[in-house]
């Protein structure tokens, strides 16, 4: 026993130690005194900035500050925080969110920490105006691509197989013939009828591994690329995309609702749905679409071009009032018309009126479900723009903001963002 207990020990020391790297020491707070991290229109909302290394404050430590509406702060500072605290405050007369965004300069490093303080977000209202035949142009796209044949293909990927989830990487027509969407099925080995949920992307350009966690739970799930090429390419296809053909694509054609590169991205997502309908044991009755970022975006596009979609859940969701900045308001991501305010830019204004999140939201009906999550401390997606859009939504919806967020997802967040994907879905009664 003491020669297999020695053998043990020598085996170990030969093991390759990994250790993890998790967080700073040094932690920039900015606190509202708040816990809500909510007021109305006329208070004052107050904040601690601290700065600490090791749990303890930093005496004599530089910083730079900056407050005041989020994407139009006014107030810019620089100073030494003798005891490594500051306090701070302000105020808005209008709905809104005031930021401060502070950046510590410690042993020639930056650190940064940030708090938006909402204003009576239940009052903020979006901007954009929703086209006369907004709806028309899409359901005519959408007739138009239909006159094509789905004409799938379906490769089954038994590497990534469970004993219970087949996937397969597939693969249908979208707009016209040749013009194909790719995305990842799984489909549960039991045989039977299931709830479906179709998960649309983020921005860039990237392989994707399919939703194999839900069908496991006893769905069919469907995630899909936007860019027309195979979705389980070596990185570096990719990579070589993001950085050529398709840099900025979300730039592309935006000064003509015909020509602009989300028409078929658009069109794609309902194609999906016809496509889970036809060959896929999709039950006919629940069936949701879910996304972050350009995904949220999506998420709403598709609830609210298609019926078929009984719940929906954007998560801090781009491409919402594009026009908020040509009004002084923060807008949403790829954020258009905010560095040069729309000048010369007529043609680019009208034709974002068409691919706006908020008028796809102003489509979504009282029969559809939507959960809504986004961060307080979101500098891509304003947090302004996230309420707006909630805000414009008639029907069942729940809002969940976790304030501390900036572009990511806690943990926390993403469990109950899951959980309530599966409840809607029946699966989680």
């Given at each position: 026993m003491k020669q297999l207990f020695a053998l043990l020990i020598a085996l170990m020391a030969f093991l390759p130690l990994q250790a993890q790297i998790r967080g700073n020491n040094i932690v920039v707070t900015v606190e509202p005194d708040h816990q809500d991290w909510k007021y109305n229109v006329g208070e004052t909302a107050k904040f601690v900035v601290e700065v600490r290394r090791s749990g303890t404050l930093i005496e004599g430590v530089s910083i730079d500050y900056s407050a005041g509406p989020e994407m139009y702060q006014n107030e810019k500072k620089s100073l030494t925080l003798k005891d490594g605290s500051l306090k701070l405050q302000g105020k808005m007369s209008s709905p809104g969110f005031y930021r401060v965004d502070v950046t510590a300069h410690v042993d020639g490093k930056d650190y940064k920490g940030a708090c938006a303080a909402a204003f009576s977000p239940e009052q903020l209202q979006p901007s954009t105006i929703m086209p006369g035949d907004f709806e028309a142009f899409w359901q005519q796209a959408i007739a138009d691509a239909r006159k094509t044949d789905l004409d799938p293909t379906k490769r089954l990927l038994p590497e990534r197989c469970t004993k219970d989830v087949n996937v397969y990487e597939v693969s249908f027509n979208n707009a016209r013939w040749g013009s194909r969407t790719y995305g990842i099925l799984c489909i549960p080995?039991?045989?039977?009828?299931?709830?479906?949920?179709?998960?649309?992307?983020?921005?860039?350009?990237?392989?994707?591994?399919?939703?194999?966690?839900?069908?496991?739970?006893?769905?069919?799930?469907?995630?899909?690329?936007?860019?027309?090429?195979?979705?389980?390419?070596?990185?570096?296809?990719?990579?070589?995309?993001?950085?050529?053909?398709?840099?900025?694509?979300?730039?592309?054609?935006?000064?003509?609702?015909?020509?602009?590169?989300?028409?078929?991205?658009?069109?794609?997502?309902?194609?999906?749905?016809?496509?889970?309908?036809?060959?896929?044991?999709?039950?006919?009755?629940?069936?949701?679409?879910?996304?972050?970022?350009?995904?949220?975006?999506?998420?709403?596009?598709?609830?609210?071009?298609?019926?078929?979609?009984?719940?929906?859940?954007?998560?801090?969701?781009?491409?919402?009032?594009?026009?908020?900045?040509?009004?002084?308001?923060?807008?949403?991501?790829?954020?258009?018309?905010?560095?040069?305010?729309?000048?010369?830019?007529?043609?680019?204004?009208?034709?974002?009126?068409?691919?706006?999140?908020?008028?796809?939201?102003?489509?979504?009906?009282?029969?559809q479900k939507g959960w809504f999550s986004f961060g307080y401390c979101d500098d891509v997606v304003p947090p302004t723009t996230a309420w707006a859009t909630y805000n414009i939504v008639k029907g069942p919806k729940e809002i969940s903001p976790y304030q501390m967020t900036w572009h990511f997802w806690y943990q926390e967040q993403w469990d109950e963002w899951e959980q309530w994907l599966l409840t809607q879905l029946g699966i989680n009664k």
């Open positions: 080995v039991k045989e039977g009828k299931y709830p479906a949920l179709l998960r649309v992307p983020g921005a860039g350009v990237r392989p994707y591994g399919g939703d194999i966690y839900t069908a496991s739970q006893g769905a069919v799930t469907l995630e899909i690329g936007i860019h027309g090429v195979p979705v389980t390419m070596e990185q570096k296809i990719y990579t070589n995309l993001n950085e050529g053909a398709l840099n900025g694509y979300w730039e592309f054609g935006m000064d003509n609702r015909d020509k602009s590169y989300y028409k078929h991205v658009i069109v794609g997502c309902i194609r999906a749905l016809d496509y889970i309908e036809q060959y896929t044991p999709w039950n006919g009755k629940e069936c949701g679409v879910t996304g972050s970022s350009q995904g949220g975006f999506l998420s709403l596009v598709t609830a609210g071009l298609d019926k078929r979609i009984t719940c929906y859940a954007p998560v801090h969701a781009a491409l919402c009032d594009h026009t908020a900045s040509l009004k002084g308001v923060a807008c949403g991501w790829p954020h258009y018309f905010y560095w040069n305010k729309g000048k010369g830019m007529e043609k680019q204004i009208e034709c974002s009126r068409y691919y706006d999140g908020v008028n796809f939201a102003r489509l979504i009906n009282g029969q």
